[in-house]
């Protein structure tokens, strides 16, 4: 890595002497109460007040009728897209996942988690490319996908870093196709899309939904997660499924197979006392988008967009895209990079590196799924159609790879709403250094 501290175009910065975090839970100390009272009233399992309380502020924030509190969104997304393949396909054998031999349309620029359930229940996920307006699923190229895979009836999508994707094409498609959505709004709980002329939650505009109480989430319970649905038989299904599947028998019976992912009333605990702060979080996160937006306005680089008439996003983290015209080379290989530095242009390495160098954390993009080993044989379509095997040796400009080219110019800001305006001031101007 590059000596940034000794580089004279970094002359004048001194490393921050607490570390810059992209994103890091945000205490208040109601946690603490909560957990207490849960001590002392020795409901230390995943039974309990705090359970039960925020299942049902949750599900009135959100403006959905059902809540199930889980050990991690990971655990909501797995019991989602496993209830969805059951409604599409019935109950599948003990030793045999629901999208046995099915295909599911699932994001492509996201984090895994979102999408490996559907391999969890042995289904093959195809991947649909991301499209430019807000870096979520693209309508276009999911119409595709039902060309070329008409039998598909499940679709898994995420909203990016906090920003809602365009769920009213994406809503219509699914209807046309007779199919169901699993949503994952880890990233954006408390974004809000304004479909067909009304404001909703995100968590709440696929037939199952689930967020993240992760750790560098927009609120925390140190981990957790929670499912949300408007039908009541299914949430007290994800309940069973999430306590071992246990039947009404003096004993241990067992009907389905079960799962430990119930939420803990001590991780409740926590998630209760961060609840009234969501909104306060939020305008600190916006708050911190504006300063970047200002802040980097006569750089050759764009923020993260959203849709300003039909979405309000949480602002989770604040990214940047750096113009075509101004990347300096960088080159990734599986586990290691190596950028150059070229005058008046930069890279996320290079940036990334530099941030780094001073004591702050930023992040690259997530590697699109249809780019990552464990998937490289699965299935990808763009706007244009399939997305594999187009490339050729004597044609120039086969395809666009919308995910992939924001991995690769794109990367994600230090976005903790502790950091201070003169800590963000400082982190804009490591940015511009690196583009002398
Ligand atoms: C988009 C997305 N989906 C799913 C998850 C998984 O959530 P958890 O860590 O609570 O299992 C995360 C984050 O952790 C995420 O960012």
Redesign the pocket.
Known sequence: MEDFKSNPDFQGITPFRSKVWLSSPTMHGEEQWWVDQAIQSNWVSTVGENIDEIERVMAEILGVKHAVALS????A?HLATKLAGEKLYGQARPDRGVLWNRKVFCSDL??D??INPVAYEDGEAVFIDTEYDTWNMSPAALEKAFEQYPETRLIVL?HLYGTPGKMEEIKKIADEHDALIVE?A??SLGAKYKLNGQWVETGTLGRYNAV???GN?IITGS???MFFTDSREDADKVRKWSTQSREAAPWYQHEEIGYNYRMSNIVAGIVRGQIPYLQEHIEQKKEIYRRYQEGLKDLPVSMNPFDVSRSQPNFWLSCMLIDEAAMAMHCRGEKEELWIHESGKASPGEILDALAAFGAEGRPIWKPMHMQPVYRTNPFVTAAGNGRGRSNAYIRGTGVDVGADIFRRGLCLPSDNKMTAGQQEVVIDIIHRCFR
């Not at 991690?72 to 655990?75: D, I, N, P, Q, R």
């Open positions: 991690a969104g990971t655990a997304l996201t984090f988690a979102s995420a994952d880890a990233e993240s109480f992760n989430k981990s957790g997660g």
